[in-house]
């Protein structure tokens, strides 16, 4: 499977923004889906995941309460409405792939990765 986020850019603080990760082949609502995020000089961190229906969600606490992961498997397609963003948020944010576990916090279940979308959010 192929992964492309889109949707980043630049906020001020305090603002919103939505990603996209669009996802080829016909398999999509069998992929449990992540969103993770690199910041500069920093190891990639855990942001969101979703099961294959979307019936359970998982959140890194820094972003509890502000970002949304959902999922449109009609459209092969997984969203972070990112709301209430802070300058910490700034990072390339990636959408991962995982055809063994519905949602994880742990990179190394996912299997594919998309390229990421660099988000900045200015103070």
């Known amino acids: 499977v192929q992964l492309q986020a889109s949707g980043g850019g630049l906020a001020q603080a305090g603002g919103s923004l939505r990603l996209s990760c669009a996802a080829s082949?016909?398999?999509?609502?069998?992929?449990?889906m992540g969103w993770f995020r690199q910041a500069p000089g920093k190891e990639r961190e855990f942001v969101a995941a979703i099961s294959w229906s979307g019936g359970s969600t998982y959140y890194a606490d820094s972003v509890k309460g502000r970002f949304t992961i959902s999922r449109d498997n009609a459209k092969n397609t997984v969203y972070l409405q990112m709301n209430s963003l802070k300058p910490e948020d700034t990072a390339v944010y990636c959408c991962?792939?995982?055809?063994?576990?519905?949602?994880?916090?742990?990179?190394?279940?996912?299997?594919?990765w998309g390229l990421g979308t660099l988000v900045t959010v200015s103070s």
């Open positions: 991962a792939a995982s055809t063994v576990v519905a949602g994880s916090r742990d990179s190394m279940w996912y299997d594919f």
């Open positions: 082949g016909r398999t999509f609502s069998s992929y449990g």
